[in-house]
């Protein structure tokens, strides 16, 4: 299949913007698959009523059909169909933090078939900040299921090229509107019981969680590898996400001893003919004397941390390397979805310096 890639946004002007828009939701209504941006990542949408577009979905990212997906919606309105009701917790969250990088988990409707929702009887929704996100879903009119527009097991996309990378020849279009803002998946939180519980952390920070709901729980998953006893409720936890291909290890401990470690196995598996990538920022790069060395931002401002991320997680696996030792950060705030991402692709490896 030939995967049309075109551009959208300001820099495009309104009008090819707008027919791009309406090409993509045409697209969508025959059952097809288009990338677009939103403010996180870049999703792979789908019409979210259509079992056999999901399956496309699944097929494209190379996904087990048990992982649900998000369903997007383009104003308040469009929820309550989607649920079986709604929790005054649920809509407290949906009024304060949408549009934007949250997803709330309900109860589903007779509507929302269980090839989207992975055989579950909740529903997660999400109303994206981006603008041209609700404006496409919109213009379909069916709420658009979309995963991030990765293969499976690859970090999300950020930009269009690398949804071009994973996407080329499986779907029919992308919309390219640049880098994303936010660069990490939105917040995953579960209303359908008594007790809010986080099942993926973003944007919207459990500390503003807290603060807009008072109680919440954080599903165990989110802390270590999930096992036997854990077994986490957001399905898409339990695999081995954003993995880089190298192995991918974290340096615990004070900032100049954590250099030192990266430098002197650096230095070591480089003797042995390894590629070796260091992940750090603008105030520890200068520290680093081999490998090859990625900023990923400032820790004053950890948003560009977040930014970075995963394009730099996808550079070291275009240049190949073999091992990558990353810093770690801060786990209040933004630093929490950091730090969740960065110890998935690791897979919870990590060391103390
Ligand atoms: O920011 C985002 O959320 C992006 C953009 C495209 O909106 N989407 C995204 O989708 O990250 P995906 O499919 O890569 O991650 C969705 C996560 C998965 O871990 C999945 O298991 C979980 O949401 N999920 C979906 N439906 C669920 C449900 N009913 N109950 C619990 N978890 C659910
Ligand atoms: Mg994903």
Redesign the pocket.
Known sequence: METRLVKIGEAEGEESTQAALCEAAEILKKGGLVA?P????????ANGLDEGAAKRIYAAKG?PSD????A?ISCMEELQPLTAGISPVGRHLAEQFWPG?L?L??L?SKRVPYGT??G?????V?M?GREE?RRLIALAGVPVA?????LSGRP?PTTAQHVWQDMNGRIEMILDGGPVG?G???T?V?V?GQVPVL??P?AVTLEMLREAVGDMEIDPAIQGIPGEDIR????????R?YAPRAEMILVKGDIAAVAETINRLAKEHERDGSKVGVICTEETKAQYIKGIVRSVGSRSKEETIAHNLFAVLREFDDLEVDYIYAEEFSEKRLGYAIMNRLKKAAGYREIQA
């Open positions: 677009f939103t403010e996180t990542v870049y999703g792979l949408g996904r992982n649900p997906l998000i997007h990088p997803t988990v309900f589903k929702t992975g579950l009887e909740t529903v997660a999400r994206p996100a979309a995963p991030s527009a990765n999300s936010i990490l998946e939105s995953i579960d359908s099942l993926r973003g986490p409720k957001a399905p898409g936890m339990k695999y996400h």
